[in-house]
């Protein structure tokens, strides 16, 4: 995975919590910035989903489109 440098504003009170955090854990300022946006955002959670599917994607692709039929049919 690519990284890309960037410049983001952030309060003073969460910038020096998310310090401490590092320190006590051991890791880098912007590793903590990056797991919290990844939380924030669901991308672990989806990253853990990938990790323990055992549906083939095209199993996975025709289950969530019957369920999606399913879901329009009981709204009517």
């Known amino acids: 995975m690519s990284k890309t440098r960037t410049t983001i504003y952030v ?9 401490v955090y590092a ?3 051991g890791k880098r300022d912007y590793e903590v ?10 991308l672990n959670a989806l990253e853990r ?3 323990t599917a055992t549906m083939d994607p095209a199993e996975a ?7 999606t039929r399913a879901a329009r049919r009981a709204r009517r």
């Open 23 to 25: 320190a006590r854990t």
């Open 61 to 67: 692709l025709d289950l969530a489109v019957e369920e």
């Open 11 to 19: 309060d003073e009170e969460v910038m020096r919590a998310a310090r």
């Open 49 to 51: 989903v990938w990790e």
């Open 33 to 42: 910035v990056e797991e919290a946006l990844r939380d924030y955002l669901g």
